[in-house]
């Protein structure tokens, strides 16, 4: 697509349900980048994909978070039994890929998912 | 210490100054920085990147690196109103990209 593209853009959930976050990323793009970020706050790494695969997972704040991306494509963000703190704007960005210091690395974002939850 | 740091601010400036932001890193192997600008309830743009020691200018945004010191900073030059939004700074370590807090700036008119 023409940029990337998030879903839902907006979630109200209960505590304690499951969530799932989707993102598009722009076509062809191979890294993937998740981020959350509070209202005020910024930008908290989650977990970055380089294809099929997530070389680094040290953001995920607890074993609820976990993500996905097949077909170096669409990637979904998930969040088990959901907790008030998790509350935030989820942020997806795709850039065409890790060749540092080509420009390449330049990450589009897209909209963000806010979710809340009560 | 985190991986990417900066003044939260916020930073207020009159129309016209000169506005200038400062970004700390702590990975020296880290070969790309960002400046990146994020308007209240928008998600973040790229507004210039730098990749080597030195100034790069861009309009009126002069991106500054000092790989010796590990510090990047952004000027803003003849500032705007409309420039008035979060500067996230950013980074690339051995994996993947790091942000700052981000520097709140306000430009009264």
């Known amino acids: 697509g023409a940029g990337v593209s998030q879903s839902p853009s907006n979630k109200v959930t209960e505590k304690g349900k499951d969530v799932e976050l989707r993102c598009d990323p722009i076509?062809?793009?191979?890294?993937l980048y998740w981020y959350r970020q509070r209202l005020g706050q910024g930008l908290e790494f989650l977990i970055y994909f380089q294809g099929n695969s997530a070389p680094d997972k040290s953001g995920l704040p607890s074993d609820r978070f976990s993500a996905e991306r097949t077909g170096e494509s669409v990637s979904t963000l998930t969040i088990q039994r959901t907790q008030q703190e998790d509350s935030a704007v989820y942020l997806c960005a795709s850039s065409l890929e890790e060749d540092r210091g080509s420009g390449a690395n330049v990450l589009t974002f897209g909209a963000g998912s806010r979710l809340t939850v009560l | 210490q985190k991986e990417v740091e900066q003044n939260s601010g916020p930073l207020s400036v009159p129309e016209g100054a000169i506005a200038s932001l400062n970004c700390t890193y702590s990975?020296?192997?880290?070969?790309?920085f960002f400046w990146y600008r994020q308007y209240s309830g928008k998600s973040p743009e790229l507004i210039m990147s730098?990749?080597?020691?030195g100034d790069k200018e861009d309009g009126r945004f002069t991106a500054q690196l000092n790989k010796a010191s590990q510090y990047v900073s952004l000027l803003i030059r003849d500032s705007q109103p409309s420039d008035s939004a979060t500067y996230l700074c950013a980074v690339i370590p051995p994996w993947d990209m790091r942000f700052g807090a981000g520097t709140r700036l306000t430009v009264k008119p």
């Open positions: 730098i990749y080597s020691n």
């Open positions: 076509s062809g793009h191979t890294a």
């Open positions: 990975d020296r192997g880290s070969q790309s």
